[in-house]
């Protein structure tokens, strides 16, 4: 099958992509050969028994599931693309088929250049090797050759300040040390394509920010980026178009405001599709249900706003974060609350567990205009289990905070009920 | 020719990336492309493995020399197992000398998908570089151990003739590809199926019994002898004693099965690893 050439002033060419999943494939990370054995026969007795219930053999197609279907795009030579959706909506599985981590089951790619991927950073470094050691391997791992790694190695070097211990194997670096030479290392490798995954990114805010800056950099020397991520203020700054990825879908692809304020708009709680029960496999644990409502406080009318979240778990787990955000819905982050900072924290029960979250008085804070809620668990040092980050829209309808006939609008004049005052003051008062 | 004009940089390729069905080619061609990487992992793996310890190579040499201590007392002592004329000790040595080769490299390409799962699951590269590097890793230590045969072959006074000398390489040759073949195939396996890890320590074992290293081949008559080459490794140890100690025999139509058995080894064991290998990153 000839299929049409790459057009000139395309990078990357997609045409009906797909990537099937095994369900077992992905949750049994150790199968072992007697389940596989166990299965066959399972199955060889469920063909023998012909009058086999219609669950079971309803089951077969269960199986697999499609992270990706039918995604078609193409991004031009030294755009910014950014790819949002929810989690689970197959960012990633397209970012792993287009590195070339794992082959499609439908559909063709094609990509023009040396693709690179910020969420590499760090693999292959191995801690009984020196940084200068490490610095090798890594940039051979990367698909750099050792004359290139021999021009830039100075550079690389420097770049991550950690001169005076090149010699020393990494397992004694700190966490910086090591994060900033792995960086570093990434960094250099100047691939004509770049693949960013910010959820997949380790590192702390700080060596994130430096990532985004990195990012920035590349994009201003008109390299082809995309560019996954939650943060819209990210994306928005970034990218100039932007393409969202839905149950393994394009929902959207066009214009970067356009395509985010649709994202920001289609929450959990308006669309039919039941999504309840998000769950961590892993932890077993997971949001079974989630309720909001806004009313208006009956002693003093102001809006509180209610959250019910029914947390399922397998078995009992201590401590385990519940967190709260709020942005506009053009994406800017108002609060991000996670357990950290707060100390929500709680150990669940075996089965339902139950929790109200409530803000009072939120037309008292807010400038008028639509606000979106995530809520989301998370076990304090590993991160995140289970997030709902688009849970549902709410509206603060307008207050005139400073009685001068305006309502405080949250795109003219920013998410705050501001408690400014301003008065004449005579200079005696001032001086004395 | 008049194709329309395109930006292309000389030397800037487009990748195309597509659905894998069936089998599918070695990728050879990709893999020498790669042949830096290669070497890196090759050099990894031999600078990891000592690192941390306290008589680092000196292990190349401690664990073919006690076993064949071991073995000299208790097989060619105690149990007066014939050894073709030659002296048992130097006569298990120049057998466990290729077949330690064989076993470790065995057993590193079993482990190697699973032991690099990090970069399997995070970068693309042929994938066929890790068990690859994983066996020819083995060579170094090789060498190591085969200083040690030198210097018995001198105490004992057993020298080669020079056309004997030939085979030596054919028969490390042969060891290479055997093992890369089993490890080839178990590395697949042990992506999806986690039962190679607990296989490998009884395969290795027996298939040591299984090939004359502590027991010369010429126990057995003919033609069970030579159908005895369907197994590679006899012809590896064997060509070994063969061709450094100008003890034994070799059966060249023994030494023909041998190759074709291993070659088969090796190439199934590749279709195969390039057959699972794309689900490596989902499974592993």
Redesign the interface.
């Known amino acids: 099958m000839a299929?049409p050439a790459?057009r000139?002033?395309m990078a990357i060419e997609v045409v009906g992509l797909g990537k099937q999943?095994?369900i077992g494939?992905?949750i049994d990370?150790?199968?072992?050969?007697?389940d596989?054995i166990g299965s066959l026969t399972r199955s060889k007795l469920g063909a023998l028994r012909a009058r086999q219930p219609r669950e079971a053999r309803a089951r077969r197609p269960d199986n697999t599931f499609w992270a990706l279907r039918d995604v078609s795009f193409g991004v031009e030579r030294g755009e910014v693309l950014g790819v949002i959706g929810r989690n689970g909506a197959g960012k990633s599985t397209l970012l792993?088929?287009?590195?070339?981590?794992?082959?499609?089951?439908?559909?063709?790619?094609?990509?023009?250049?040396r693709?690179g991927s910020l969420?590499?950073v760090g693999?292959?470094f191995?801690g009984?090797?020196t940084g200068r050691?490490n610095i090798?391997?890594n940039g051979?791992?990367?698909?750099m050759?050792?004359y290139e790694i021999d021009r830039k190695y100075d550079e690389i070097v420097e770049f991550a300040g950690v001169a005076r211990f090149i010699d020393t194997?990494v397992k004694r670096y700190s966490s910086g040390m090591y994060l900033r030479l792995a960086f570093s290392v990434a960094a250099h490798l100047e691939p004509?394509i770049l693949l960013v995954d910010e959820v997949l990114a380790v590192g702390d805010a700080e060596f994130q920010k430096k990532c985004l800056g990195k990012m920035g950099d590349v994009a201003g020397e008109g390299r082809t980026v995309l560019f996954v991520s939650h943060n819209m203020d990210a994306v928005r700054q970034l990218c100039q178009s932007a393409l969202w990825l839905e149950s393994g879908s394009i929902q959207a692809l066009g214009p970067v405001e356009d395509v985010i304020k649709a994202y920001l708009a289609d929450t959990t709680l308006n669309r039919t599709a039941d999504i309840f029960p998000v769950m961590d496999r892993h932890y077993g644990i997971g949001i079974a249900d989630l309720r909001l409502t806004m009313d208006a406080s009956p002693v003093s009318g102001a809006l509180d706003l209610r959250v019910e979240l029914d947390v399922h778990a397998d078995a009992a787990l201590p401590r385990i974060g519940i967190g709260f955000g709020l942005m506009t819905d053009t994406g800017a982050r108002v609060v991000h609350l996670d357990e950290r900072l707060t100390g929500f924290m709680f150990d669940m029960q075996p089965g339902s567990n139950h929790f109200l979250l409530e803000c009072s008085a939120l037309d008292r804070l807010l400038a008028a205009g639509d606000y979106v809620v995530s809520v989301w668990l998370a076990m304090p040092n590993i991160g995140n289990l289970v997030e709902i980050d688009r849970a549902a829209t709410i509206h603060i309808p307008g207050v005139d905070f400073y009685g001068s006939g305006h309502y405080v609008d949250v795109h003219k004049h920013g998410p705050l009920l501001f408690p400014l005052q301003i008065r004449r003051v005579e200079p005696a008062h001032s001086v004395e | 020719m008049s194709a329309p004009r395109t930006e292309i940089a000389p030397g800037e390729q487009i990748t195309l990336i597509k659905p894998l069905r069936g089998w599918v080619s070695l990728g050879l061609n990709e893999v020498w492309h790669y042949r830096e990487l290669l070497f890196y992992f090759i050099w990894r793996d031999i600078k990891v493995r000592y690192k941390q310890t306290l008589l680092g190579a000196a292990w190349a040499i401690l664990q073919p020399v006690f076993t064949m201590i071991v073995f000299s007392i208790f097989f060619g002592q105690l149990a007066k197992i014939p050894s073709d004329g030659i002296p048992y000790p130097i006569f298990s040595y120049a057998g466990l000398l290729p077949w330690t080769f064989f076993a470790t490299g065995l057993t590193n390409g079993a482990n190697s998908i699973v032991r690099d799962a990090n970069l399997v699951k995070r970068v693309y590269f042929p994938r066929l570089i890790t068990p690859i590097s994983a066996v020819v890793g083995g060579l170094p230590d090789f060498f190591l151990a085969f200083l040690v045969l030198v210097g018995m072959m001198i105490y004992y006074g057993l020298f080669p003739t020079a056309a004997s000398l030939l085979l030596l390489p054919l028969c490390l040759l042969l060891a290479l590809s055997t093992s890369m073949g089993v490890g080839l195939w178990l590395s697949a396996l042990n992506a999806e199926y986690r039962d190679v890890r607990y296989v490998v320590p009884f395969l290795t074992q027996f298939w040591m019994y299984a090939t004359p290293v502590v027991y010369p081949s010429s126990l057995l008559d003919e033609p069970w002898r030579t159908l005895y080459g369907l197994n590679p490794m006899v012809s590896v140890v064997e060509g070994f004693r063969w061709s450094l100690l100008g003890q034994g025999e070799t059966v060249p139509l023994m030494f023909g099965l041998s190759a074709v058995a291993s070659l088969i080894l090796l190439l199934s064991g590749a279709f195969f690893f390039r057959r699972m290998e794309r689900r490596f990153a989902d499974v592993v």
Do not use: F, Q, W
């Not at chain 1, 990370?29 to 007697?34: A, D, F, P, V």
């Not at chain 1, 051979?140 to 698909?143: D, F, K, N, S, V």
């Open positions: 299929l790459l000139p002033g999943y095994r494939g992905i990370r150790n199968k072992t050969l007697r596989s792993k088929v287009l590195t070339r981590i794992m082959p499609p089951d439908e559909g063709h790619a094609r990509i023009r250049g693709i969420l590499e693999t292959g191995h009984e090797l050691e090798y391997l051979a791992i990367l698909g050759h050792r194997p004509e």
